[in-house]
């Protein structure tokens, strides 16, 4: 299938749109009428056709610009990509994963030439042609983990096993929901969670972790995760919060439609085979509220999941203060239905809404 | 999750018999495809299909990660153990098709390390082999210290002092040499990590003196296949297939359970992972705890159960398979 | 001065414990002001450790009053440092001189602990085998997360980063490898709304 990609900003006038196809397939969290945290872990291998859930990288119309938008983040902070020392055998490992992948699952985008250590990389809608040596650092531009995510959708944190645990020792965070690599980096898997409330009581991350350790070559496995946010901004990063956070205030009943967006992280974890690391793609899906309640069991779901939010998750979501806004908006589209389970659209068989 | 990891098909394409007690096996993919790469330390699990029994093996990848054209393991014949060594060395031909895991690493190299610091014992220097290749490739540094029982019984000593005078050094029993543990520990510079593989008694060895010694807990690593022991036998429900089985004296809970036909998630099948962890429903008895996995905690609860090499005896053993 | 007991808090808030004496081939003790009371107390439990050990300390405001205290204890080097940065050159030498079996040994102020264990496990000491005890002053170590300055001796939640101005507040979400605390706006929706500082722990 052909793609047209959008030529869209992330910021400043905030010209990025779904279209319908985005809006249909969007990854819609919730598989029922509440939300609390748990281990929701499946296999990721593949999906319904055209669904986001397909491929192993998923390319949409946002890719073109939300490249370009990682590259004005990286020039501004260079520090949002770092590497320890020891993780150069991880960024190959995920070079060659996505480059195995997508040349595999996208023909018409991306190629994929090798000959032993002497490879070719094309990526035609970043016109890319490039012939490099694998494992040669001199070779290339960047760093291996660098080069391959300024041309990858979504944020990369690269996981060192050690010790029972996982260690974040690299990572490409330019779309982040509130946190610093920069910070971060070196923590293990219940350190850089620290801050979430209520989760650690729960044991959620002790089993994840028992999980994710596990996770072996050739099984990937994916999740969901979301929060908010005021405009379709990717880079809600704590540096910039100066910048961003006004924005929370700006917010009315006539625009929270256009202005609040719904963002869904697709999370994903491989493990990479040469250095025995796990990477962890968070790929980031921005939706505008107006356009979430156009699919109508969507927007009943939503009401009640953000009305009924305990307050520490609404507050760490960093929202609390437009719940009352955003649940006053999101009412119009409740008619009260029952709503069906699982997080699919069901359009056929999800009847509109019924006005009061 | 199913059970174990990925599968790949594959042809015995060489086999050698390297001395008395280890012969070398070569597996390449039955659709000419390339083999997935792999990290130093790795091991598969081979499927052995011995008449009736199914019997699924660890074994350590000995061949260079880079090579994607073949895998290759080692042997050590056990007349005296479950089978599955003679199995190998005996109704294996060259030209069979296997079926063997996706590589899996327990034991990987901590790449930190400003020196890995080698301790093998036996077959135990097979993950190594793997290792030196990866690292020779890296300019990482390390140092392998091999003891054999006889230079005979050697395996792949040649090759190893031939490819890397000044890193090995080999130790044979039968000439009463001895690895001097405490004089080789002392004086490592800070940032190296020891790594030892091979017999229960000689990683016990390596770990209490190493402590002693003042090395951090996170410096020391080691693998041990642990070969589930044989024991009583004894019955046990699967509640949710609805099936009683016997574990027989020779087999594992885990492999009753196989041959039972019900699918039980595992990985190394060695008690040290955790993804064969089973809930207990109801029980009568005692158990027999052999894993490196549960708490103590939980081993006390009798709610858990490591079926990979732990066992049970009592009246009534309910599982949740 | 009687040791602190800071409340429970997250995961990557460090947690200090009391020293203990250890097997190994040297031992290393670094501390600062009140810390050298714990190193005292290693000296009770174990003289003929304390007989092998190098210190470092740096008395800050306590004058000479443990430092008598520690010469008599005996110790095989006694080291005494105007301040933490004066002392780095010769940590660092000690260090990649070290060999494995080296159990190190930090006492006193946040800010200390955290700066001289970067050092071991940038020279391949694991951190969880460095023995930690607190003594003395709860001041912090910021880092502001938006300009990356850390600001030291911070006793006040909120307070005013010393490089770009910004007012932060406190989080306990701390990095080992910055060996500080993170300092967020704590006005960023707000401008201008800040609450008056509260001093830590109070």
Redesign the interface.
């Known amino acids: 299938m052909t793609i047209q990609f959008n030529d869209e900003t992330f910021r400043g006038d905030y010209t990025f749109r779904n279209s319908p196809w985005a809006i249909k397939r969007f990854p819609f969290p919730f598989h029922e009428d509440s939300y609390m945290y748990s281990v929701n872990m499946e296999r990721h291998r593949g999906g319904p056709k055209g669904s986001v859930y397909e491929k192993r990288f998923d390319v949409d119309e946002h890719y073109l610009s939300e490249m370009k938008d990682r590259a004005l983040v990286l020039a501004e902070d260079p520090l949002r990509c770092q590497s320890l020392p020891h993780m150069a055998l991880a960024g190959w490992d995920l070079l060659e994963l996505i480059m195995v992948s997508k040349s595999e699952d996208y023909p018409e985008l991306f190629d994929l030439h090798r000959n032993g250590n002497s490879w070719r990389w094309v990526n035609r809608p970043m016109g890319i042609d490039h012939s490099f040596t694998f494992l040669d650092e001199a070779t290339l531009p960047y760093g291996p983990m660098e080069y391959i995510t300024r041309q990858t959708q979504g944020d990369f944190a690269v996981l060192d096993q050690r010790d029972d645990n996982l260690w974040m020792d690299a990572g490409m965070v330019t779309t982040q929901a509130d946190w610093s690599l920069d910070f971060d980096i070196g923590m293990n898997f219940f350190e850089w969670h620290a801050p979430v409330p209520l989760a650690h009581e729960l044991n959620v991350f002790k089993r994840a972790l028992k999980f994710l350790l596990n996770v072996q070559q050739g099984s990937p496995a994916r999740r969901l995760n979301w929060t908010m946010t005021v405009n379709p901004l990717l880079d809600t990063s704590p540096e910039n919060y100066p910048k961003w956070g006004i924005q929370k205030t700006e917010l009315t009943p006539g625009n929270v439609g256009a202005k609040q967006h719904l963002r869904v992280e697709l999370q994903t974890f491989f493990r990479l085979p040469r250095s025995n690391a796990l990477v962890f793609p968070i790929r980031c899906y921005l939706i505008a509220l107006q356009d979430v309640v156009s699919v109508p069991k969507w927007g009943r779901r939503l009401h009640r999941v953000i009305r009924d939010l305990p307050v520490e998750l609404a507050t760490y979501k960093g929202f609390i203060r437009n719940r009352p806004l955003i649940v006053s908006y999101l009412s119009q589209f409740d008619d009260g239905l029952p709503t069906s389970d699982g997080i699919w659209p069901d359009l056929e068989s999800e009847p509109p809404l019924q006005k009061a | 999750m199913s059970a174990g990891t990925e599968k790949i098909d594959i042809i015995v394409s060489d086999i050698v018999k390297v001395n008395d007690l280890v012969t070398r096996f070569e597996f390449r993919r039955a659709d000419g495809g390339l083999l997935p790469t792999f990290s130093g330390g790795a091991h598969t699990v081979v499927e052995m299909k011995d008449g009736e029994i199914t019997r699924l093996n660890p074994y350590s990848l000995m061949s260079d990660p880079m090579d994607q054209t073949a895998y290759t393991i080692s042997v050590r014949r056990d007349d005296a153990g479950r089978g599955g060594s003679l199995f190998m060395h005996h109704k294996v031909k060259k030209g069979d098709r296997m079926v063997i895991s996706y590589p899996v690493n327990l034991f990987s190299l901590d790449l930190r390390a400003r020196k890995h610091l080698m301790l093998a014992g036996g077959i135990g220097i097979t993950p190594f082999l793997a290792q030196i290749k990866q690292l020779a490739r890296s300019n990482g540094k390390f140092e392998l210290h091999y003891a054999c029982r006889t230079p005979a019984l050697g395996s792949y000593v040649d090759e190893l002092t031939a490819a890397y005078p000044n890193a090995v050094h080999v130790y044979f029993d039968d000439q009463q040499q001895v690895i001097d543990l405490d004089h080789l520990l002392d004086g490592q510079p800070l940032g190296t990590h020891v790594y030892v593989c091979g017999p229960k008694g000689m990683i016990e060895w390596v770990r209490k003196t190493a402590a002693a010694l003042g090395w951090p807990r996170e410096a020391i690593h080691y693998e041990e296949f642990l070969v589930p022991q044989s024991g009583k036998p004894f019955e046990v429900y699967l509640k949710r297939s609805g099936l009683r089985i016997r574990v027989g004296e020779h087999e594992s809970l885990l492999e009753a359970i196989e041959r039972a036909g019900v699918e039980a998630p595992y990985l190394c099948r060695g008690g040290a992972c955790g993804q064969c962890e089973t809930d207990v429903i109801e029980y009568e008895g005692e158990f027999v705890h052999r894993d490196h996995w549960l708490e103590p905690a939980e081993r006390a609860s009798g709610r858990k159960i490591m079926p990979c090499v732990s066992r049970f005896e009592g009246r009534t053993l309910v599982l949740d398979r | 001065m009687p040791e602190f007991t800071f409340p429970p808090s ?4 460090p947690v200090y414990g009391t020293l203990a004496p ?4 040297a031992h290393l003790m670094i501390a600062d002001a009140e810390g050298a009371e714990a190193l005292l107390g290693l000296a009770v439990a174990d003289p003929t450790l304390f007989a092998k050990a190098h210190i470092i300390y740096i008395p800050k405001h306590t004058g000479e009053t443990l430092v008598e205290r520690l010469r008599a204890a005996a110790p095989e080097i006694l080291h005494l440092s105007p301040s933490y940065p004066a002392c780095v050159p010769r940590l660092r030498r000690i ?2 001189d ?6 190190v040994y930090l006492a006193g102020t946040e800010g200390l602990i955290g700066q001289a264990m970067l050092e071991a496990t940038n ?4 951190h ?2 460095i023995q930690t005890e607190h003594r003395g002053s709860v001041a912090r170590r910021m ?1 502001c ?2 300009c ?1 300055g850390i600001t030291e001796d911070v006793m006040t939640d909120p307070f005013v980063c010393s490089h770009c101005g ?1 007012t932060l507040f406190v ?3 701390y ?4 060996a500080a605390f ?1 300092g ?2 704590i006005d ?4 201008g709304n800040i609450p008056a500082p509260v001093e830590l722990y109070k």
């Open positions: 997250i995961k990557s808030r250890r097997p190994g081939k260090l990649s070290a060999h494995m079996g080296l159990q020279a391949g000491i694991p969880s085998a880092q997360v938006h990356k910004l989080r306990d979400h990095s080992r490898r910055l993170q967020v706006c960023a929706e707000d401008p």
